[in-house]
């Protein structure tokens, strides 16, 4: 990618016949001004996109593992190295990765798609956010890794692009890992001053003690200015915590009072276990031979009203 930098430095030409043209860049300065603040930000993005990437789609790459942080008591945050302090991951939003597992004794390693939850804004290291099942062929082999060991990793896979300003109104359905392409998305737009999408996230757990990255969240949409609101669903509360909006299941009520209102300025996203994704938004299309589709719109979203160009399912 190609970049340019401003006029800012260029010398004028003093002679008379100059003369109007420098008052008009003195009377157009406060404008330029103005002009650049609001383009400065969008500027710093796109040369961040011109540093260095560390991915490649054909072939697997070796991170080296930095920190190991628990989350709760069967997810972990894998904060990888990149190659310099300089590389970004080089990923676009929203995208995904294939990250190896161990190998077998035929020397195949299998491997699962992850989102990281790091976007381009951070240099040096990127995190993945994963949750170890005891029948987990790759999850169970991460979360045993310790700082010095190497994850393999390989992409990016782009899923639906995003661009700032895309839709007024983004809400986002999550249950339990499916946090992390929402996690993804919503700083994407938070980093941008300029986009003003509102957005809105339920995000669904077994209890309380299983709500990942909540003090982040919350930080977040505190941070936010209103832009983000969270509003956190389970099925148990056995803490009594007075800041779950909902015990059970994600209802047609629940969505009529926290998502956008079906319509062309509103896109919801869905990402959790199968039972859920099918439950709230039906489930995806899988047809042999070919990778799944987003099929048609179900369950709890297409008894609010919502069609298939306001429903993604990740």
């Given at each position: 990618?190609?970049?340019?930098?401003?006029?800012?430095?260029?010398?004028?030409?003093?002679?008379?016949?100059?003369?109007?043209?420098?008052?008009?860049?003195?009377?157009?300065?406060?404008?330029?001004?103005?002009?650049?603040?609001?383009?400065?930000?969008?500027?710093?993005?796109?040369?961040?996109?011109?540093?260095?990437?560390?991915?490649?789609?054909?072939?697997?790459?070796?991170?080296?593992?930095?920190?190991?942080?628990?989350?709760?008591?069967?997810?972990?945050?894998?904060?990888?190295?990149?190659?310099?302090?300089?590389?970004?991951?080089?990923?676009?939003?929203?995208?995904?990765?294939?990250?190896?597992?161990?190998?077998?004794?035929?020397?195949?390693?299998?491997?699962?798609?992850?989102?990281?939850?790091?976007?381009?804004?951070?240099?040096?290291?990127?995190?993945?956010?994963?949750?170890?099942?005891?029948?987990?062929?790759?999850?169970?082999?991460?979360?045993?890794?310790?700082?010095?060991?190497?994850?393999?990793?390989?992409?990016?896979?782009?899923?639906?692009?995003?661009?700032?300003?895309?839709?007024?109104?983004?809400?986002?359905?999550?249950?339990?890992?499916?946090?992390?392409?929402?996690?993804?998305?919503?700083?994407?737009?938070?980093?941008?001053?300029?986009?003003?999408?509102?957005?809105?996230?339920?995000?669904?757990?077994?209890?309380?003690?299983?709500i990942l990255l909540r003090s982040e969240l919350d930080d977040m949409a505190a941070k936010s200015k209103g832009?983000?609101?969270?509003?956190?669903?389970?099925?148990?509360?056995?803490?009594?915590?007075?800041?779950?909006?909902?015990?059970?299941?994600?209802?047609?009520?629940?969505?009529?009072?926290?998502?956008?209102?079906?319509?062309?300025?509103?896109?919801?996203?869905?990402?959790?276990?199968?039972?859920?994704?099918?439950?709230?938004?039906?489930?995806?299309?899988?047809?042999?031979?070919?990778?799944?589709?987003?099929?048609?719109?179900?369950?709890?979203?297409?008894?609010?009203?919502?069609?298939?160009?306001?429903?993604?399912?990740?």
């Amino acid at each position: 990618f190609g970049a340019t930098q401003g006029a800012a430095g260029v010398l004028f030409d003093t002679r008379p016949h100059t003369a109007m043209w420098v008052t008009r860049l003195r009377l157009a300065a406060p404008a330029s001004a103005a002009f650049a603040a609001l383009a400065s930000h969008d500027a710093q993005r796109q040369l961040a996109r011109c540093e260095q990437t560390s991915l490649d789609k054909s072939e697997f790459r070796s991170f080296p593992l930095l920190e190991v942080r628990a989350v709760n008591h069967d997810t972990k945050v894998l904060r990888c190295k990149l190659p310099s302090d300089q590389h970004v991951l080089g990923m676009s939003v929203s995208s995904l990765v294939m990250v190896g597992g161990e190998k077998g004794e035929d020397g195949k390693a299998p491997a699962r798609p992850y989102t990281p939850i790091t976007t381009n804004e951070q240099k040096g290291y990127f995190d993945l956010l994963v949750k170890g099942y005891p029948k987990g062929v790759v999850s169970k082999y991460l979360c045993s890794l310790k700082p010095g060991d190497s994850v393999e990793i390989k992409g990016p896979f782009p899923k639906l692009p995003y661009k700032a300003n895309m839709k007024k109104h983004i809400g986002m359905i999550a249950g339990g890992s499916g946090i992390t392409p929402m996690i993804q998305v919503i700083k994407e737009i938070l980093n941008n001053p300029n986009d003003k999408t509102q957005m809105a996230l339920v995000f669904a757990n077994q209890t309380p003690a299983d709500i990942l990255l909540r003090s982040e969240l919350d930080d977040m949409a505190a941070k936010s200015k209103g832009q983000l609101t969270v509003n956190y669903v389970v099925d148990r509360n056995d803490t009594s915590d007075p800041k779950i909006r909902h015990v059970g299941y994600v209802t047609s009520n629940l969505v009529h009072s926290t998502m956008p209102p079906p319509s062309s300025d509103a896109l919801v996203y869905v990402c959790g276990p199968p039972a859920m994704l099918t439950a709230v938004a039906g489930p995806k299309k899988i047809e042999k031979g070919k990778p799944p589709a987003q099929g048609e719109v179900g369950g709890v979203l297409k008894e609010v009203g919502y069609t298939e160009d306001m429903v993604y399912k990740f």
